[in-house]
């Protein structure tokens, strides 16, 4: 099964895909999505076509996205829930089944505790994907929210539908 992991992000956005046969993971790619535009709608439209041609070029069969984490910028936490809107969006109209993940589950199931910091998250994907060079922390985001996604695979999914234009 190819996973595609998303972090969702409004300036920079990771994305990577795995591999899981059976509980043998591997890696496949990873990189950025970085949002052009003056506006927010220019940038969440590129934003929108960037996920669409990852998944293009890497037809995933299922996807996993971090769920938004609510802090104290009000702001900052709304623009975050636009992009992730914006990545569901283009999922569903790939017709791929999507797992939604807190990000203290993601930690604890890749690190081992559920506030790891970036360097130990980048740290335990390199072990677990050897020879996975991740294009920036957003990018190791990513594969560790797909990592999630091979461990706890069907359960908490839901399988978005095809939309139509």
């Excluded at 069969?61 to 609510?70: G, K, N, R």
């Amino acid at each position: 099964m190819r996973i595609l992991g998303i972090d969702p992000g409004l300036r920079t956005l990771g994305w990577g895909i795995i591999e899981a046969h059976g509980t043998r993971l591997s890696h496949v790619a990873n990189g950025l999505c970085h949002s052009d535009g003056d506006d927010l709608g220019e940038r969440l439209l590129s934003l929108h076509n960037q996920v669409g041609e990852v998944i293009g070029a890497y037809r995933p069969d299922e996807a996993a996205i971090e769920q938004t984490f609510v802090n104290k910028d009000g702001a900052g936490t709304l623009k975050l829930g636009q992009a992730r809107g914006v990545a569901l969006l283009t999922l569903a109209k790939a017709g791929l089944p999507v797992g939604e993940y807190a990000p203290n589950r993601v930690k604890k199931t890749v690190v081992g505790v559920g506030h790891a910091d970036k360097g130990q998250i980048l740290h335990m994907v390199k072990l677990q994907l050897p020879g996975c060079n991740p294009k920036g922390a957003d990018a190791a985001d990513a594969l560790a929210i797909a990592i999630c996604h091979a461990y706890y695979g069907g359960s908490n999914q839901r399988v978005l539908k095809e939309v139509r234009a």
